[in-house]
């Protein structure tokens, strides 16, 4: 009963971060796989984090639950961990994001295709960070059925999504971009379920959700900054790039310590 929810749970996860490549290798060719797969190599080293800290997470609400801890003070707990996660996976993103085409041009030069959706696949990450207290949470206490049905309907729209894309010809980056919306609907609707399920007000809950997801806008910086002011013939070996690689990270850090400071204060952190 409790086993194989949590299989269950774990499985699907592995789904959501697998369907556009399956789609991909089903719809497109290998070539095309072979550079969509660089991206995503990148990301499943990171994916360590916060999959690491899921397991932490689960013992220790479960370890709550036995001691039956008020509601009130789970909520407590449950929103300072969120926001714990949140704001340390947005500078790491955030460099991680920056970075990665530096990485791209020195190490694999024949890749560069993969910088235009890598940045959207580094940035799901920061949603599967801020989704992992929230799941665990209903996952330790037996709430198996919301958060395996959440999971359910997010890699429908995602398979929907990268499908109709493929379809029509789009370009990785929107397939990419399709992953990281799959996931952000899937932390939003999870944080929002447990919350309630706590006690939370829906205005309480809703404000809560956007103080979490206001680091997120340092990694929206720094894919902003590399789709608007960078181009594809300065992805090249060299200093040039790295500089500007730093620059982006600095700009986000810029960004998101006043707002890191100011969601730590509102949470008491």
């Known amino acids: 009963i409790t086993g194989l929810p949590l299989t269950a749970n774990g499985f699907l996860l592995s789904l959501m971060n697998t369907v556009d490549k399956l789609l991909i290798a089903a719809m ?11 991206a995503f190599t990148g990301v499943t080293i990171l994916t360590v984090m916060p999959v690491s800290l899921g397991q932490m997470f689960l013992v220790k609400f479960a370890e709550m ?35 990665f085409p530096v990485v791209v041009a020195f190490l694999l030069p024949n890749f560069g295709g993969a910088i235009p959706s890598g940045k959207y696949l580094f940035a799901s990450l920061f949603f599967l960070g801020l989704s992992i207290p929230s799941t665990n949470r209903c996952m330790a206490t037996g709430r ?40 952000a ?21 809703i404000l809560s959700i956007w103080e979490n997801l206001l680091p997120f806008l340092s ?9 608007y002011y960078f181009h594809a013939n300065i992805y090249a070996p060299g200093i040039p790039l790295v500089i500007y690689a730093t620059l982006e990270f600095v700009v986000s850090l810029a960004v998101s310590i006043p707002l890191v400071y100011w969601v730590n204060r509102r949470t008491q952190f």
């Not at 497109?28 to 660089?38: A, F, I, P």
């Not at 704001?87 to 991680?96: D, K, R, W």
């Not at 929002?192 to 829906?202: A, D, E, F, P």
């Not at 990694?219 to 789709?227: A, G």
């Open 144 to 183: 198996f059925i919301p958060v395996l049905s959440m999971r359910l309907i997010a890699i429908i729209v995602e398979f929907v999504a990268i499908y109709l894309i493929i379809h029509n010809g789009g370009k990785l980056e929107f397939i990419a971009l399709s992953v990281l919306c799959a996931s």
């Open 219 to 227: 990694i929206l910086t720094v894919i902003l900054i590399q789709n």
């Open 28 to 38: 497109l060719d290998r070539e095309t796989l072979g550079v969509y797969g660089v």
């Open 185 to 205: 609907i899937f932390t939003i609707s999870i944080i929002t379920l447990c919350s309630s399920i706590l006690g939370n007000s829906i205005k309480n809950g």
């Open 65 to 99: 639950e036995g001691q039956n801890v008020s509601k009130a003070q789970s909520l407590h707990v449950l929103n300072r961990t969120t926001t714990t996660v949140s704001c340390l996976f947005a500078p790491i993103v955030s460099a991680a994001t920056a970075y």
